[in-house]
Protein backbone atom coordinates (compact mmCIF):
# COMPACT_ATOMS: atom_id res chain seq x y z
CA UNK A 1 0.00 0.00 0.00
CA UNK A 2 1.54 3.48 -0.53
CA UNK A 3 0.85 6.53 1.76
CA UNK A 4 1.95 9.70 1.42
CA UNK A 5 3.05 12.40 4.24
CA UNK A 6 3.60 16.23 3.97
CA UNK A 7 3.81 18.49 6.86
CA UNK A 8 4.48 22.21 7.48
CA UNK A 9 6.82 22.91 10.54
CA UNK A 10 7.76 25.92 11.33
CA UNK A 11 10.33 24.36 13.96
CA UNK A 12 13.78 23.31 12.34
CA UNK A 13 14.70 21.02 14.89
CA UNK A 14 11.27 19.31 14.70
CA UNK A 15 10.92 18.88 11.29
CA UNK A 16 14.19 17.87 10.89
CA UNK A 17 13.25 14.99 13.53
CA UNK A 18 9.91 14.34 11.47
CA UNK A 19 11.68 14.21 8.15
CA UNK A 20 13.76 11.78 10.15
CA UNK A 21 11.42 9.29 11.33
CA UNK A 22 9.74 9.34 7.73
CA UNK A 23 12.97 8.77 5.74
CA UNK A 24 12.71 5.21 7.81
CA UNK A 25 9.70 4.45 6.11
CA UNK A 26 9.89 6.09 3.02
CA UNK A 27 11.26 8.48 0.19
CA UNK A 28 11.23 12.56 0.14
CA UNK A 29 10.00 13.08 -3.20
CA UNK A 30 9.44 16.64 -2.93
CA UNK A 31 10.79 18.90 0.49
CA UNK A 32 7.88 18.27 2.89
CA UNK A 33 6.51 15.14 0.84
CA UNK A 34 7.70 11.88 1.31
CA UNK A 35 5.76 8.38 -0.41
CA UNK A 36 6.23 5.17 1.49
CA UNK A 37 5.48 1.56 0.13
CA UNK A 38 4.19 -0.02 3.37
CA UNK A 39 2.09 -2.55 4.53
CA UNK A 40 -0.40 -1.67 7.47
CA UNK A 41 1.17 -2.53 10.21
CA UNK A 42 3.80 -0.10 9.70
CA UNK A 43 1.55 2.55 8.73
CA UNK A 44 0.40 1.81 12.74
CA UNK A 45 3.92 2.19 13.42
CA UNK A 46 5.13 5.45 11.35
CA UNK A 47 1.82 7.47 12.72
CA UNK A 48 2.63 6.41 16.32
CA UNK A 49 6.07 8.14 15.69
CA UNK A 50 4.56 11.00 13.78
CA UNK A 51 2.51 11.76 16.68
CA UNK A 52 5.24 11.70 19.70
CA UNK A 53 7.00 14.03 16.94
CA UNK A 54 4.71 16.72 16.44
CA UNK A 55 3.56 19.71 18.65
CA UNK A 56 0.02 18.73 18.28
CA UNK A 57 -1.11 22.65 18.87
CA UNK A 58 1.25 24.19 16.11
CA UNK A 59 2.27 21.35 13.57
CA UNK A 60 0.33 20.09 10.66
CA UNK A 61 1.11 17.03 8.81
CA UNK A 62 -1.30 14.85 6.48
CA UNK A 63 -1.13 11.34 5.63
CA UNK A 64 -3.11 9.68 3.05
CA UNK A 65 -3.21 6.39 2.19
CA UNK A 66 -3.86 4.72 -1.44
CA UNK A 67 -5.10 1.35 -1.69
CA UNK A 68 -3.23 -0.52 -4.47
CA UNK A 69 -6.15 0.04 -7.55
CA UNK A 70 -5.96 3.87 -6.46
CA UNK A 71 -2.06 3.65 -6.30
CA UNK A 72 -1.36 2.87 -10.29
CA UNK A 73 -3.84 6.08 -10.71
CA UNK A 74 -1.08 8.87 -9.51
CA UNK A 75 0.55 10.58 -12.67
CA UNK A 76 3.50 12.24 -12.37
CA UNK A 77 4.44 15.25 -14.71
CA UNK A 78 7.42 17.30 -15.47
CA UNK A 79 10.70 15.84 -13.16
CA UNK A 80 8.53 13.98 -11.01
CA UNK A 81 8.76 10.66 -10.74
CA UNK A 82 7.66 7.68 -8.82
CA UNK A 83 9.84 6.89 -5.73
CA UNK A 84 11.69 3.70 -6.01
CA UNK A 85 11.11 0.67 -3.52
CA UNK A 86 13.63 0.91 -0.46
CA UNK A 87 16.51 -1.36 -0.87
CA UNK A 88 16.77 -3.58 2.37
CA UNK A 89 19.29 -5.52 3.34
CA UNK A 90 18.70 -8.64 5.30
CA UNK A 91 21.99 -9.97 7.31
Known sequence: MQYFACYD????RRRQRLSDVL???GT????SVFQCRIDPQLAEEILARVKRT?????????????????GVRVS???TGHEAADPEYLIL
Open 23 to 25: LDF
Open 76 to 78: HYG
Open 9 to 12: IADD
Open 54 to 70: IEENTDKVHVLALCDAC
Open 28 to 31: RVQE
